[in-house]
């Protein structure tokens, strides 16, 4: 599963494995963000750094394409939730 997070540091938003999100904290890592994501690879805590943040909308996803295509849809507004009731109208 995958979510949608923003991170409160520089206000970005990503798409993330749903278990790398966690007591609003998210593991990022240090080098290779996208293959790290693509490949779900486990956070610790030589490879990744733990970083405030917080779920976007109330649902996980099923792939990574529908998160980062999520991811892309909120950072023109400030709730995921706006943007899949958009959506759907």
Known sequence: MWLVVVFKDDNSVEAVPSYWYKN????????????????RSPPNIL???YLEARKLGNKSYDSYTIARNKAKLSENTSD??????SEST
Request: net charge positive.
């Open 24 to 39: 609003r904290k998210c593991a990022w890592p240090r080098k290779n963000a996208k293959k790290m994501i693509t490949h």
């Open 47 to 49: 490879e990744f750094d």
């Open 80 to 85: 995921l939730s706006t943007t899949e009731v």
